[in-house]
């Protein structure tokens, strides 16, 4: 082949554009705003298909999210560049930094169909085109998109096939990004020739970049999306008129519930697996055109009299790392209902939109009983808990340096503790209870220490409490752990911390842990508005330091709690060792009642073991399945309903799981192993998760110094935990043995280096897409309704 046609058909071949089709009528259902000369008429898709042009729907997205939505999905993706929607890829790119820890004015918000409603709008924000937005024609769609250009690169400048990629390329998540304009690529091309993309990943087929070189020669024209079907816009129609009711009472509780339910994934039940809604605050009503009230925080004042809570579609590609999922339902309906309107109680009145009321729920929804709220929170706690560490912020450093690798959370019992006098000690200390969010961005960078203050007060205040109203020689017992109802597995949650990243899963998964929480209504709810309603990603450094050392506060918080459930004389050393070296001057004095027994009786030493076997029987089913793998000291432990190959997998990996400190040094924080059976459809799936250990937890910078690989400990767990691989491993069922001894005895970097050579899947791997999209079917497999694509920006290159 000549070169010039050679370069020819190279220029034909685009970038990772996810464009999501948009429905003639779309906008004026909803209210958003699409680039309408991307969108087919319906004339134009007949004429179309009849020409066989590419489908955009049929060929060409699922190229786009398989391989470029693995990294351009959330606010960490690089140059803002968003590919899961047509919003995204019309929108473009920006040089402007979303994660700033140093900076002293707050950012603009750039949150894609918030904070601008159209293309040119995007352009005076600083985005420019990754696709051609000059001269019309088959030519310039391709000599003037960026996208087009870093494809043609990687082609230009492809990885090698073996082994581990060099210094060219980095992979620090703070590293300088150049994010070229289409004017600057030649400048980029010739300093960085290997950062095409998929970057630091081998390319695209040449079958999928010859499928998006014809859709780019057509126009890269889209079809409309299907309208939402009569079933969807009904239920649409009644949950909106049922959240926008008109008393007082109404208002104040559907108030409540939008502001904990604003950043999770909507879904139906019942309804289609890939069917997703946001509820939003509106100025027009049902029926028309959603016209979005843009404020930073959800309580922020609308500067609106009235305004309706609205469902909007969820048009993007779901992505795992920001997928948590609320379901809406007649049963939930009927809960609400049971929670907030049955009980007699009145409502005078609506809190006031100035931040030191609405930032404050204790203050904001005093009026609100606390038991309702409680219960609320209680019902879907998991997806309570995974807001502050599971959202569209993605590196979540704030939450994730409080809490340890691997924890278990349970909750007190409503009304299990004089429950009018706790309401009324809530409502007198509301003052104390305030969160950073009350000064939003006017936060200096010693302005924390005021509401480290708060914090600290009602942690006394708290324990003060507890000691004047608890009978002497009384304490904590079974009774005050909330049982679920003896069904629900939201009672037992495990907490994965995955450096900047974080899970929530039901039920006790790992071995028991150092530290565990036991949250209570106050707890619970400030975490929420710290780090969820109250926290804003754009903030200047006051505002993410007084989020981040108050959630110190909140983490011992929980931990007091537990260690009320503790032998009294133990409370103290359990403290301690997990506390070795703390800087007293940035944590709270551990305040546990020392003085009130625990009500537990316990039989042996191993108090926290002990405590939670407990637990786990008055649990009962809501405590879900034993982990058989992690906790099984016979070796002989089986998990319900598996086949003979499971079981065989399971014993071999529950010796891995045993393993600790320096026999865990080749494994990286979280590995999705697939162990092969000779039958695809069989294969199996384990999420290798290393448990890393720390002296302490109460300073925020200078991690290195405060590890203790020493302690190191694994979980397995058969199945998908997580959103970020940092590694694929690829072994079959007969080689398990010595994949488990290869990782026990890497102990030099060429036993590591011989380790992933056998066993792993290098990013130069040409194959590696290949695995990702075996993983990516079975997470749906084994998760459903739950599961969104991997991301593949933390994979190593080990």
């Known amino acids: 082949m000549k070169p010039s046609i050679l370069l020819i058909i ?16 779309y906008e004026k259902m909803y209210g958003t705003s699409s680039p309408k000369q991307r969108i087919l008429t319906p004339e134009q898709v007949i004429l179309a298909q009849q020409q066989h042009k590419i489908s955009f729907a049929k060929d060409v997205k699922p190229i786009l999210d398989s391989r470029c939505v693995a990294c351009h999905g959330c606010y960490d993706a690089p140059c803002q560049l968003k590919l899961g929607s047509i919003d995204g890829i019309d929108r473009g790119a920006t040089k402007q930094l979303v994660y700033g820890a140093t900076r002293l004015s707050p950012a603009k918000p750039t949150r894609l169909f918030i904070d601008a409603t159209n293309t040119a709008e995007w352009r005076t924000k600083d985005f420019y085109p990754i696709l051609n937005e000059r001269t019309d024609s088959q030519i310039a769609n391709l000599d003037n998109s960026v996208l087009a250009k870093l494809i043609e690169l990687k082609r230009l400048n492809p990885l090698p096939t073996t082994g581990k990629l060099g210094d060219d390329y980095n992979f620090s998540l703070d590293r300088e990004l150049q994010c070229p304009t289409i004017d600057e690529f030649p400048a980029y091309q010739h300093e960085h020739p290997q950062w095409g993309m998929p970057y630091a990943m081998p390319a695209l087929s040449l079958k999928q970049e010859s499928i998006i070189k014809q859709w780019l020669q057509q126009g890269a024209k889209v079809e409309p999306l299907p309208a939402l079907p009569s079933q969807t816009l009904a239920d649409v129609e009644k949950w909106e008129n049922y959240f926008n009711g008109s008393s007082l009472k109404q208002k104040l509780v559907f108030r409540y519930i939008y502001e904990h339910l604003f950043i999770g994934h909507i879904h139906f039940k019942g309804h289609p697996d890939n069917e997703f809604f946001q509820w939003v605050r509106s100025k027009t009503p049902t029926g028309q055109p959603i016209d979005i009230i843009n404020t930073v925080r959800p309580y922020d004042d609308p500067h609106t ?3 309706y809570y609205r469902l909007r579609p969820i ?6 790392k920001t997928h948590f999922v609320y379901e809406l339902s007649d049963e939930k309906k009927q809960r609400y209902d049971e929670l907030f309107f049955k009980p007699d109680y009145q409502v005078t009145a609506l809190p006031a939109y100035q931040p030191e009321i609405a930032a404050n729920p204790f203050k904001a929804f005093v009026e609100l009983p606390m038991m309702p709220k409680y219960q609320f929170l209680l019902d879907d706690a998991q997806y309570f808990v995974s807001g502050f560490i599971k959202g569209p912020v993605c590196r979540g450093e704030i939450a994730t340096e409080s809490i340890r690798d691997q924890f278990w959370v349970v909750f007190t019992q409503p009304n299990s503790f004089y429950p009018k006098k706790v309401a009324q000690a809530l409502a007198k200390n509301s003052q104390i209870l305030g969160l950073p969010g009350e000064e939003a961005n006017d936060i200096s960078l010693f302005g924390w220490t005021k509401f480290d203050t708060f914090g600290k007060q009602y942690l006394k205040a708290k324990d003060d409490f507890i000691n ?5 020689n009384r304490g904590f017992g079974l009774t005050n752990i909330w049982d679920g109802d003896g069904k629900n597995k939201n009672a037992a949650l495990t907490i994965f911390r995955h450096f900047d990243s974080a899970t929530v899963v039901k039920g006790f998964i790992g071995d028991t842990p150092l530290t565990s929480w036991v949250v209570d209504y106050p707890t619970f709810e400030r975490l929420h508005y710290l780090l969820v309603a109250g926290f804003d990603i754009y903030g200047t450094a006051g505002h993410q330091l007084a989020s981040r050392t108050y959630m110190d506060i909140l ?11 503790m032998p009294a004389m133990q409370r103290q050393t359990m403290y301690n060792s997990w506390y070795i070296g703390a800087d007293s001057m940035r944590i709270a004095k551990p305040l546990f009642s020392i003085d009130h027994p625990s009500e537990i009786n316990y039989q042996t030493t191993a108090y926290k073991r002990e405590f939670f076997d407990q637990v786990r029987q008055r649990l009962g089913k809501a405590a879900g399945d034993v982990d058989a793998i992690n906790r099984c000291p016979q070796n002989t432990c089986l998990r319900a309903n598996t086949t003979p190959v499971q079981q065989q997998a399971d014993s071999i990996l529950r010796k891995l799981a045993q393993l600790q400190g320096g026999h865990l040094g080749a494994l990286p924080e979280m590995s999705l192993l697939r162990v092969t059976t000779g039958n695809p459809k069989n294969d199996l799936v384990y999420t290798l998760l290393l448990d890393k250990a720390y002296t302490n937890l109460s300073k925020m910078f200078s991690e290195q110094s405060r590890r203790v690989p020493e302690n190191d400990r694994m979980t397995i767990f058969a199945g998908f935990i997580g959103s970020y691989p940092n590694f694929f491993f690829t072994v079959e069922q007969n080689q398990l043995n ?16 011989a380790l992933y050579s056998r066993f792993g899947v290098h990013r130069t791997n040409p194959d590696i897409w290949q695995h990702a999209d075996w993983f990516n079917e079975q997470h749906r497999h084994y998760r459903g309704l739950e599961a969104g694509l991997l991301d593949m920006n933390r994979y190593k290159n080990l």
């Open 10 to 25: 190279i220029l034909f071949i685009t970038g990772c554009a996810s464009i999501i089709y948009t429905a003639p009528d």
């Open 305 to 307: 009299a009235i305004f």
């Open 555 to 565: 983490r011992e918080d929980a931990e007091d709690n537990f260690l009320r459930f």
């Open 315 to 320: 048009t993007e590609t779901i992505v795992d």
């Open 738 to 753: 010595e994949f488990v001894s290869m990782i026990q005895n890497a102990k030099t970097d060429a036993d590591m280096d």
């Open 468 to 472: 004047s109203t608890l009978p002497k």
